[in-house]
């Protein structure tokens, strides 16, 4: 009887495999929409990147579109238009973004639908108290470490969003000055709820309205400027970076795959706003 049983089991796989069908469905074409993409700040002139998009199991490179009218508002107003430099991307250096004023973009180009957004940079985070004190690694007390603590007055009534890097100017590897970025490891009382690339995002869900010293570590740089900057972005902003480092993951089967949050009307893309506070800390 066991004998039978493995063999069995030995010929299980064969009948399974043979009763497999492999289906070929041809998935309808879906009209070209443009893609835009821009990270607004008071801080910086306008730029915005334009490309095409395309079907989902494509392998080729994203056509940058060149031939886009890219229109600027500041409410129902029209302020100017964006010029094409390269690539694909628009810029413009007649005015600059203004802190909690809100914008919207229009873009069309020949062969897509014109689109739209609006959004809007927020205020700068109100931060204050800045201290730096040297501190030694809980992994390893030999490595140094500097501890960054302020005060953050979070505003009352409304979600607020925050992200925060570190960086350092260095030439080491390329000769050339470049951003080396630091990693921060988040004390209490709060986390950081996700990252992105260099970015520690966190909302204000923890401390909602309410004045909170934050705390981060970094290893201690000796003789360098470390550039702290503490954004505080738009819903829309926030929104875009999660769905977007949620999807990153979906290859992780314990991760539920989603859309990318999008505000672009008739098209696809992020039009965001955000306002940063850097302070300059040597060691």
Known sequence: MLTRKILFLLYLPLLLWSCTDIVELELPEQEPQLV??????????????????????????????????????????????????????????????????????????????A????????????????????????IDPNIPEAEVSFVLDDAPNTQNYYAISAYFPDT??????????????????????????????FSDKLIDGKATTLKQRYTLIEGKTVYLNIAQISPDYYHYARTLVKQSYNDNFMTTPGPVHNNIRNGLGIFAGYNTVTYHIKH
């Open 115 to 138: 689109c739209e957004a609006s959004n809007f940079a927020p205020a700068l985070p109100a931060t204050r108290a800045l201290k730096v004190a040297r501190a030694s690694s809980s």
């Open 36 to 113: 835009v993409n821009s990270m607004f700040t008071p801080d910086s002139a306008w730029s915005v990147d334009i490309s095409a998009s395309q079907n989902a199991l494509s392998n080729a490179p994203y056509e940058q579109v060149q031939n886009a009218t890219v229109e600027v508002y500041q409410g129902s107003k029209y302020l100017f238009n964006l010029a094409h430099t390269r690539n694909g991307k628009y810029k413009s250096e007649e005015a600059l973004p203004k802190a909690l004023e809100h914008y919207t973009l229009k873009v069309s180009a020949p062969g897509f639908p």
């Open 172 to 201: 080491a590897y390329t000769g050339e000055a470049y951003k080396n970025y630091v990693g921060l490891d988040f004390q209490a009382p709060i986390e950081q709820e996700f990252t992105m690339g260099n970015s520690y995002f």
